[in-house]
């Protein structure tokens, strides 16, 4: 099937192998012509400055800002287009905001950092809902050459604090509370919590009320958004100019180890890596609507809500609420009625519509859209098959990390028609110099069946993180290794490479189990169970063994649970379970175990917590659990696994 890829037919032509090729062996004038596709003040003097690896500065001696490509730029062609479509299901308000209402509402939030001392350099914490506030203070601090640090609204004090500390924000922007499935959660209590337990301290927090939640004032120390606006309705605050180096924003990564790393991206580099992905990857054209179903607290939220849609003159829909409320239908009528050309979501989300009654996926007219894509952990095959039947769209799986801040591996319909394979991400994306390696030679392999480290040979592309905030030895010590003089980075997962130069992720590294000297990825079980057709989801750890070192052990939520009558039947869903794994994988992937719960513990971004779920099953401790979305599924396992 052939889809119609608009704006793009230049490039499309061109020969993947070509593109990626020369975007490797020709790094200068590859990038020296993305760099186009976004507004310099000044222009680069140097594409990449790899003299001190694996530190790479992109685009060096050029001057610009994030926040004038996403929104001032655009006001020449587009001034009364949309910008950003809120949507709240939690409080039904809708409200699209035109590129010439962004820009107003910009410039008061950057007016009001500016009247509580914000200045270039200095670090903006913000910790917010899904509001429209969010947004305008993210661009406001790039405009003002601030640097946010976004905290995701879910997480609680003692993460909060962490942030705080390692940040050290000269201001804070938050609300009174957020709202998840009718439930206000009150963020106000956790801040005042997460600035008592850290050691730094902000002069100022500034708070947009929403009146969803009560929200005591600290006299002297916070500042209410809606009084201070009204000061600033006509000030124009014009944009900082940067280097294209200068940072725009650091993001936490969950690290299940040792503090949260805050990931540093750049200015310019981020920039033309967002513009050029637009055009090669999501094929987003100005004038049209992308919708990205995650959370600002999220790099996807970052990239794909905020600065790439924009910088691409789209219209960018920030959404807030469950996909399932008031029904399962709610995110395609958004696609029908903003005609959303682009859309992005991630596995788990679709796991949970799968759930739902699919007559909702033909309601509604969803012919504007022209792909779907996923990312942030393994499509799995079933999921894949059954969404992209239920949509007739492509279904583009692309693997990143929020250190990279846009895809490595895709496919890059921009420039290539060829097919996504189900359970493949795609190919290495265009400035990614992806090797496979031998874990413990570091050897580069050539592909077929053998399993290897994915690496990126130095440098990362312009976009990618710059380093560990105020810790470049983390940085190198972390993801990087010299092999034979060549700087290479780990992206810490398991993958393959078939004939055809598609890649398979087979899970983290730190997730790799080992039975009886077989390595095995818990995807690749994880896949084989959740292929029979009572199993909804389910998570498969390594837990210790005396005799084999360790086994898996699979925690599966059964689709319809009228059928777990009592113990016999579970134990005839098991053996039916193992019997599928025997059969797909080998009696040596087989799991010890399957347990049957209601849900899995999941952080709240959606990601399974197997460490947690390994640690209790070998009765650890479980370790910073401040990610965890609903603790008794933890419980479960610990009363099935104890019981
Ligand atoms: P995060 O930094 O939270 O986005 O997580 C990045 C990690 O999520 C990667 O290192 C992978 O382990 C996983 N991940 C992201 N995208 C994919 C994908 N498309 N397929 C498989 N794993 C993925």
């Given at each position: 099937m052939r889809f119609y890829w608009s704006g793009n037919e230049e490039t499309r032509m061109t020969n993947y192998a070509d593109f990626h090729r020369r975007s490797i062996e020709d790094r200068e004038g590859f990038w020296s012509e993305q760099a186009k596709l976004v507004d310099w003040q000044s222009p680069p003097q140097q594409v990449c400055d790899y003299s001190n690896p694996p530190f790479a500065k992109w685009f060096v001696g050029g001057t610009t800002n994030l926040c004038h490509n996403a929104v001032d730029r655009h006001l020449k062609d587009r001034a009364d287009q949309a910008a950003l479509i809120f949507v709240s299901t939690e409080t039904n308000q809708e409200k699209v905001y035109t590129f010439r209402e962004l820009h107003t509402e910009v410039q008061r939030m950057a007016a009001v950092l500016k009247d509580l001392g914000?200045?270039?350099g200095d670090r903006v914490l913000i910790y917010m809902p899904m509001i429209p506030e969010a947004a305008f203070a993210m661009l406001a601090c790039t405009r003002l050459g601030a640097i946010h640090s976004v905290v995701f609204g879910g997480f609680a004090s003692g993460a909060l604090a962490s942030r705080i500390e390692d940040s050290a924000p000269r201001v804070i922007v938050s609300a009174d509370g957020g709202l998840r499935g009718g439930k206000a959660v009150e963020y106000k209590p956790l801040l005042d919590e997460a600035i008592r337990l850290s050691a730094h301290k902000p002069e100022s927090v500034l708070l947009v009320d929403r009146q969803v939640a009560p929200m005591p004032l600290v006299e002297g120390r916070d500042r209410l958004w809606g009084p201070l606006r009204e000061k600033h309705l006509n000030t124009s605050v014009p944009c900082e100019w940067v280097d294209a180096t200068h940072p725009s924003y650091t993001l936490y990564t969950s690290g299940t180890t040792g503090k949260p790393k805050g990931v540093q991206r750049d200015t310019g580099g981020y920039a033309v890596a967002l513009a050029a992905s637009m055009k090669h990857i999501y094929c987003g054209n100005p004038g049209e609507t992308y919708f990205s179903?995650?959370?600002?607290?999220w790099v996807v939220g970052h990239s794909?809500?905020?600065y790439g849609p924009l910088i691409a003159g789209m219209a960018t829909i920030m959404y807030e609420g469950l996909?399932?409320?008031?029904?399962?239908?709610i995110w395609w009528s958004l696609v029908e009625k903003y005609k959303v050309t682009v859309m992005f979501s991630a596995p788990t989300a679709i796991r949970v519509l799968k759930k739902q009654d699919p007559a909702l996926l033909s309601k509604y007219d969803l012919s504007t859209l022209r792909a779907l894509f996923l990312a942030g952990e393994p499509l799995d095959e079933p999921t894949a098959q059954w969404i992209s039947a239920g949509l007739g769209k492509p279904i583009i799986d692309n693997y990143w990390q929020t250190e990279t801040g846009?895809?490595?591996?895709?496919?890059c319909k921009g420039v290539d028609d060829a097919a996504s394979k189900f359970g493949s991400p795609g190919k290495p994306v265009y400035g990614y110099d992806v090797k496979l390696l031998d874990d413990q030679t570091g050897e580069e392999l050539a592909g077929g069946d053998v399993k290897g480290v994915v690496c990126v040979e130095?440098?990362?592309?312009?976009?990618?993180?710059?380093?560990?905030w105020r810790d470049d030895a983390r940085f190198v010590s972390t993801y990087w290794k010299q092999l034979s003089g060549k700087w290479v980075y780990s992206t810490f997962d398991w993958g393959v490479k078939d004939k055809d130069g598609y890649f398979y992720i087979l899970g983290r590294t730190d997730d790799v189990i080992n039975v009886a000297g077989h390595r095995l990825g818990t995807r690749e079980i994880e896949e084989s169970i959740s292929s029979h057709p009572n199993v909804a989801e389910v998570a498969v750890v390594g837990v210790a063994d005396q005799l084999k070192g360790q086994v898996a052990m699979a925690f599966a939520v059964v689709k319809d649970a009228s059928q777990l009558t009592d113990e016999a039947a579970a134990l005839k869903l098991e053996g039916e379970i193992m019997k599928l794994v025997d059969r797909d994988l080998g009696a040596v992937a087989r799991p010890a175990r399957v347990r049957f719960v209601t849900v899995l513990p999941k952080t709240r971004s959606g990601k399974v917590l197997r460490r947690a779920i390994q640690a209790v099953c070998e009765s650890r401790d479980t370790g910073d659990l401040t990610t965890m979305d609903d603790p008794a599924a933890l419980q479960q396992i610990r009363d099935l696994v104890t019981g």
């Open positions: 914000v200045q270039k179903t995650s959370d600002i607290g794909y809500i905020i996909p399932i409320r008031p029904d399962g239908g846009w895809p490595i591996l895709s496919i130095g440098p990362l592309p312009p976009g990618c993180m710059q380093t560990v």
